[in-house]
């Protein structure tokens, strides 16, 4: 196992230009990976409250979520007891879940990619656009993929901020 440190690389981006904005941007993986590593392990709620107890403290966090498919086809979510809001399915989606164990503490908004495979130029736009509207209207907000290392640091780096 893993080191349990949750969410692992956990990182704050600033922007490269001198800024007045008093948000914050911060990267991370998904729940459970500091705990199971790479491991195709279904993560239990206290693994993700340690994640969510590991995130920037907000009154309301925007969560903007990269995870979406493995390169094999397996759902990112799939380790979970929540899926995507862009999958079907009887598990509550990640917003939903969320709501029910931890009230209105956080705003999800997914952009799905596939691991490993960079992020496609349409998904790179909207991605960059949200997140600079998030943080222009003062949103503290953390971007999410599987070990807040690849996907994330491209979406930073496109909209002009450094870690």
């Not at 990976?33 to 790479?38: F, S």
């Not at 029910?100 to 130029?121: K, L, Q």
């Not at 996907?151 to 450094?162: D, S």
Request: one cysteine or more; aromatic letters at 10%; hydrophobic letters at 35%.
């Amino acid at each position: 196992m893993a080191s349990s440190k949750e969410p692992i690389n956990i990182s704050e981006w600033k922007p490269l230009a001198p800024s007045r904005q008093v948000t914050r941007l911060f990267t991370c993986g998904r729940p459970g990976r500091a705990t199971y590593g790479r491991d195709k392990i279904n993560v239990d709620d206290d693994t993700i409250d340690k994640w969510v107890n590991g995130l920037p403290k907000a009154t309301v966090l925007h969560i903007v979520s990269l995870l979406g498919q493995k390169k094999s086809g397996f759902s990112e979510f799939g380790y979970y007891p929540f899926r995507s809001s862009k999958e079907s399915g009887p598990k509550p989606t990640f917003q939903e879940w969320l709501d029910e164990h931890y009230g209105r503490r956080f705003i999800v908004h997914e952009f799905p990619t596939v691991d490993a495979r960079g992020i496609p130029p349409d998904v790179l736009t909207s991605v960059t656009h949200c997140i600079i509207d998030l943080i222009e209207n003062g949103n503290t907000v953390v971007l999410v993929d599987s070990a807040g290392a690849e996907r994330t640091a491209r979406v930073c780096k496109a909209i002009g901020y450094k870690n």
